[in-house]
């Protein structure tokens, strides 16, 4: 799997978990239909910029309960 990396300027998680007023949040394009570029009819995935510098963490294997 993999991810690609979108700026908390076009995040729109970012807009709800920013601290920003309902009276602007409710106002928050952004929030309601998310970046432009997603919306875009000519939007490609192999056009976003992808960013290598983060530090990749490995998780171990959750264990397996009985059900």
């Given at each position: 799997?993999?991810?690609?990396?979108?700026?908390?300027?076009?995040?729109?998680?970012?807009?709800?978990?920013?601290?920003?007023?309902?009276?602007?949040?409710e106002?928050?394009?952004?929030?309601?239909?998310?970046?432009?570029?997603?919306?875009?009819?000519?939007?490609?995935?192999?056009?976003?910029?992808?960013?290598?510098?983060?530090?990749?963490?490995?998780?171990?294997?959750?264990?397996?309960?009985?059900?």
């Amino acid at each position: 799997m993999h991810w690609n990396f979108v700026s908390g300027l076009e995040n729109p998680a970012d807009c709800g978990t920013r601290g920003i007023p309902p009276t602007k949040l409710e106002k928050c394009d952004l929030w309601f239909n998310g970046p432009d570029w997603l919306r875009s009819s000519t939007f490609l995935i192999g056009e976003l910029k992808i960013i290598h510098n983060y530090k990749k963490t490995c998780l171990p294997k959750p264990k397996e309960h009985p059900s």
